[in-house]
């Protein structure tokens, strides 16, 4: 039986003007299938479709505008039947509780899960059209694996990732029945512009190209599931396994100590 991606087809990938999305586009069209490739830096797009000519379709945009999702709803109507949607646009705002700030929760939830719902309702549409042409079809949410454990500084990050997390895996069975797959891809620390960011220890950080290669492999056998580096991820899965107390002496000792009163003024 064939899989998915056994024969080109085209596919919308959101987030794929750098990091993971980028080197997922490059993956997806070396090995022959159209790329709708959806991102803010339209340099980064136009680099990209130069590269290859006729493959990756640039279809610039920002998924929480609904103005923007409409020309690329115009641009995926163009070059359907589409059969895979990889939402991976995100951002990463850390929270500092001295100053406590709700803007980094709300802009961590704004892209991170409302971004990907808006792209759901655009896309869903033309997965459907897909399979009532009796083509396979599937969709693919990038969270994280950071929301397993209670990173110090984390609080928007971590709670916008499960939000989409749970928010993918509830919509897997709501789909389950038009024999739409959903998958949801959980990536530890990958080198990408925002993890440049970093000023703390990123354990097992892997390089973009690797993370695309795993997703690329991941959906191409079907998986619902997509976690990588094994070896971080399943340490994670193990101390998120202790008990609660544990955990949040462990959290504790590894956020960052906060200036005394006399440092700070």
């Known amino acids: 039986m064939n899989r998915l991606l056994d024969t ?3 596919i919308w990938l959101t ?10 586009a490059r993956e997806l069209a070396m090995a022959g299938h159209k790329v709708i490739a ?9 680099t990209l479709a130069a590269r290859f000519p006729g493959q990756i379709i640039p279809a610039p945009g920002d998924v929480t505008d609904y103005a923007g999702l409409a020309s690329i709803s115009a641009t995926l109507q163009e070059h359907q039947p589409i059969q895979l949607a990889v939402l991976n646009a995100g951002t990463c705002e850390y929270l500092d509780a001295q100053h406590f700030l709700s803007a980094a929760v709300e802009s ?3 892209t991170n899960l409302f971004g990907a719902t808006r792209s759901v309702e655009t896309v ?3 997965l459907r059209q897909a399979r009532h042409q009796g083509l396979p079809a599937r969709l693919a949410f990038v969270s994280s694996s950071a929301w397993w454990f209670p990173f110090a500084r984390a609080e928007g990050y971590g709670a916008s990732k499960a939000a989409l997390s749970y928010f993918a895996r509830s919509l897997r069975a709501d789909l389950a029945s038009e024999a ?16 440049d960011r970093n000023d703390f220890p990123m354990p097992f950080l892997i390089p973009p190209e ?9 959906l191409r056998k079907g998986h619902n599931e997509i976690q990588f580096p094994k070896r971080f991820t399943w340490m994670l899965k193990i101390v998120s396994a202790l008990p609660q107390a544990l955990q949040d002496r462990l959290a ?10 006399k440092e700070t003024q």
Not at 15 to 24: K, P, T
Not at 38 to 46: E, F, H, M, N, V
Not at 186 to 194: A, E, H, K, M
């Open 8 to 10: 080109p087809i085209t």
């Open 15 to 24: 987030g794929a003007s750098s990091g993971i999305g980028e080197s997922l």
């Open 38 to 46: 959806t991102g803010r830096s339209i340099p980064s797009l136009d």
């Open 108 to 110: 961590n939830v704004t």
């Open 124 to 126: 869903l549409p033309f």
């Open 180 to 195: 739409i797959p959903v998958t949801v891809v959980s990536p530890g620390f990958v080198r990408t512009p925002l993890t």
């Open 210 to 218: 690797e993370a695309a290669r795993s997703i690329f492999i991941g």
């Open 252 to 261: 504790a000792s590894m956020a960052r100590p906060q200036p005394s009163n």
